[in-house]
């Protein structure tokens, strides 16, 4: 498998120095790989300073969530695979519907501040999935889960957290954003969401002067909260704000344009009788079990009530936030199932669900019974030893998400977890899995053999 290339230090960008290189069309790899630089090159500084003014400022009260630029698109904004890929999206996206799906990768809470090493390990992964014997199984682009950098969403870590780790990655990577991608520092002068906007939310395609001596261009997503097209799927992305706990899509003073948002995407799914894989994708996740971050329940309430409104559900839920795998099944009244995945252990830091000396948390489990207006959540199975990712596969008539943690290494294609919906029935289903082309070379095998048994016999 191709590494990434080590070359000299990113050049810092300055306030005199940023304004991004215009291009026609997308750049996605880097073309010329050797072996993983093993540290920073921009050596990342203590936050210890900025921790404690923090600190200060949550004993007044003063933490709220931040406001946040209106997207381009007006109420409902919309980017495509097809618009994100340039002039030769027509091909690609006939390959697609041919192979009879599309696959993609998602993880979150990637960056690092102590190294590249526990990201690279990910990232290397994720690469490997390139090299299939069918093109069917390629994936075609990645879904960031937020926190793409830390502590704090400024500049001057994206060359070492984001540009580098996926100079390798041969296909589009999109993003919600994170609480720490629009946290700043308060020792520093630079906006919430600057630097996310600038490298996921171009309005051409252009490389970041953030990307330093690398030429992977800026994302265009039309903003922080969009709805993502592409064959056979739907994915609307959220932005959680910048809170540590809990995750917040509206309220006073960040306005309810995202409840507008959904409201609106949603009622587009019902008028089009959308019949793909629908997704929701935010950093915050709604449940978690035992973990370091907490439920994010008004969040999931307001998003409950559109959809309630609309009559329109996801087939399943991505988050990141908790620093580990989580997947559950929300079963509704309906007796319809909603997978709710948090997969937070891109790079930073992996946490523990229990405490030293705690017993391991048993999977599955029931963590919410379906009683007084509840809906059933089961915990059915976590990773919170590993680094790990997403591999998510939709069809005309399922949605398949699988977990594979970077431990396997770049040879194991087979996932530690796995779940899949039936798209119409919105129930968990046994995968159907396809002919990739092993039948064939088994009976060339056959074949073969019988024939050098004959040959013997003569």
């Known amino acids: 498998m191709p590494a990434r290339k080590k070359q000299g230090a990113a050049p810092a960008a300055t306030a005199g120095d940023l304004a991004s290189r215009v291009l026609t069309q997308p750049v996605f790899s880097e073309p010329q790989p050797t072996s993983d630089p093993s540290t920073f090159q921009v050596r990342h500084a203590s936050d210890t300073a900025a921790y404690k003014a923090i600190d200060e400022l949550n004993k007044e009260h003063k933490i709220k969530p931040l406001p946040f630029p209106p997207p381009r698109g007006g109420v409902e904004p919309r980017v495509t695979l097809a618009q994100a890929i340039g002039s030769n999206e027509k091909a690609l996206l006939d390959q697609i519907t041919r192979n009879g799906q599309i696959v993609f990768h998602s993880t979150g809470d990637c960056g690092s501040t102590k190294?590249?090493?526990?990201?690279?390990?990910?990232?290397?992964?994720?690469?490997?999935?390139?090299?299939?014997?069918?093109?069917?199984?390629?994936?075609?682009?990645?879904?960031?889960?937020?926190?793409?950098?830390?502590?704090?969403?400024?500049?001057?870590?994206?060359?070492?957290?984001?540009?580098?780790?996926?100079r390798d990655y041969h296909a589009p990577v999109f993003a919600v954003a994170g609480n720490h991608d629009g946290m700043v520092s308060p020792l520093q002068h630079e906006k919430s969401l600057?630097?996310?906007?600038?490298?996921?939310?171009?309005?051409?395609?252009?490389v970041s002067p953030d990307a330093g001596h690398l030429s992977r261009t800026a994302q265009i997503q039309p903003g922080v909260f969009f709805t993502f097209e592409a064959p056979y799927l739907r994915i609307i992305a959220l932005y959680s704000n910048t809170l540590e706990d809990p995750g917040v899509i509206a309220e006073g003073n960040i306005g309810n344009s995202q409840l507008q948002f959904l409201r609106a995407a949603l009622g587009r799914v019902k008028s089009e009788r959308y019949s793909g894989a629908l997704l929701f994708a935010h950093h915050h996740p709604p449940f978690v079990a035992q973990s370091k971050h907490g439920w994010s329940v008004d969040m999931q309430a307001q998003i409950d009530q559109i959809c309630n409104e609309a009559g329109v559900w996801p087939h399943a839920d991505l988050a990141g936030h908790a620093h580990n795998y989580q997947r559950f099944t929300r079963t509704r009244p309906d007796g319809t199932e909603i997978p709710y995945v948090v997969c937070g252990n891109g790079g930073h830091n992996v946490q523990r669900l229990t405490r030293s000396g705690q017993p391991a948390i048993r999977a599955p489990q029931v963590i919410q019974e379906a009683s007084k207006g509840q809906d059933q959540i089961v915990l059915e199975n976590y990773d919170d030893q590993n680094y790990g990712y997403l591999r998510v596969v939709a069809s005309a008539r399922q949605l398949r998400i699988e977990y594979h943690p970077a431990a396997d290494g770049a040879h194991t294609k087979a996932p530690d977890d796995h779940v899949t919906v039936d798209l119409t029935k919105r129930k968990l289903a046994h995968f159907a899995a396809r002919d990739t082309g092993m039948k064939q070379r088994i009976a060339e095998v056959r074949e073969l053999k019988a024939k050098t048994e004959k040959n013997k016999r003569k």
Do not use: W
């Open 194 to 206: 600057q630097a996310f906007l600038r490298n996921f939310c171009a309005d051409r395609f252009c």
């Open 115 to 166: 190294g590249p090493k526990t990201q690279n390990e990910v990232t290397d992964k994720m690469i490997s999935d390139f090299e299939e014997s069918h093109p069917g199984e390629v994936p075609q682009f990645n879904f960031l889960l937020g926190d793409i950098v830390y502590s704090f969403g400024e500049r001057q870590y994206y060359y070492d957290q984001f540009y580098e780790p996926y």
